[in-house]
């Protein structure tokens, strides 16, 4: 039987402790971020003039964001899944009678997609975004909408900057503000919409300033993908 001096194997077990280190140890690649860039179809929704969209008319919220759009904010992003959001529409105004099919329930009014970004921890997805219409109307019954929930968030945030802040213009929409510091409320022409979500992945932060960064760095991207492809402003 051939045998081995110390030598020999204290270079072979070197090699393979070495190994063994480089395969327990591969690095995950630093999260990268970008800027949005729209390519999906245009939304254009024709309400008619002083009244709401029928609700058998509202897009299919998880078709709006298409996965090219969120690749090119999150180059890294795969695994995508999609679940609906049901929305429940009620009538703006309570004192006139709704058209008929405008109120009630949309199933796919709103829409969760998951996906996964390098991360130390394995996991088959550890972040998501999530894109809820809100309304799809008449645009001046949109924006009378809009300030009534800027007004309602505005007195209950209570001055805190990080759960309520009036964004203006300043992401693309005709509006949008700040609620609870990972959420975005917006409108532009017949919609109004909301745009959340979250990460764990490494490279968003440490909880609480995971939800500040993925609000800056992803969820304004969101906002200005779906604004520049939305009907025109009121």
Not at 18 to 30: K, M, Y
Not at 66 to 73: L, P
Not at 94 to 121: H, I, M, N, R, W
Request: glycine content about 8%.
């Amino acid at each position: 039987m051939p045998t081995m001096n110390l030598s020999s194997r204290t270079v072979l077990a070197a090699v393979a402790a070495t190994a063994l280190l480089t395969g327990c140890s591969s690095e995950v690649p630093p999260l990268e971020f970008a800027s949005a860039k729209p390519s999906g179809a245009r939304l254009d929704a024709q309400p008619p003039q002083g009244g709401s969209l029928p609700l058998a008319q509202w897009p299919d919220a998880c078709g709006v964001l298409a996965e090219e759009e969120i690749r090119a904010i999150l180059p890294q992003a795969e695994n995508f899944t999609r679940e609906p959001i049901n929305v429940t529409i009620i009538n703006f105004n309570p004192l006139q009678e709704s058209a008929p099919g405008t109120t009630g329930d949309v199933p796919k009014g709103g829409c969760k997609t998951g996906f996964k970004l390098p991360d130390e921890y394995e996991s088959e997805q550890n972040s998501n975004i999530r894109v809820v219409f809100k309304s799809l109307a008449d645009p001046a019954l949109v924006a009378e909408g809009y300030a009534k929930d800027r007004k309602y968030e505005e007195k209950d945030g209570r001055g805190d900057v990080e759960k309520f802040r009036d964004l203006g213009a300043s992401l693309g929409p005709t509006g949008c503000f700040l609620q609870d510091s990972a959420q975005l409320v917006c409108h532009q022409g017949p919609y109004e919409f909301e745009v959340s979500g979250s990460s764990t992945a490494d490279g968003v932060g440490e909880y609480k300033e995971s939800d500040k960064n993925w609000r800056q760095k992803v969820l304004t991207e969101v906002v200005r993908t779906l604004s520049a492809r939305m009907a025109g402003r009121s």
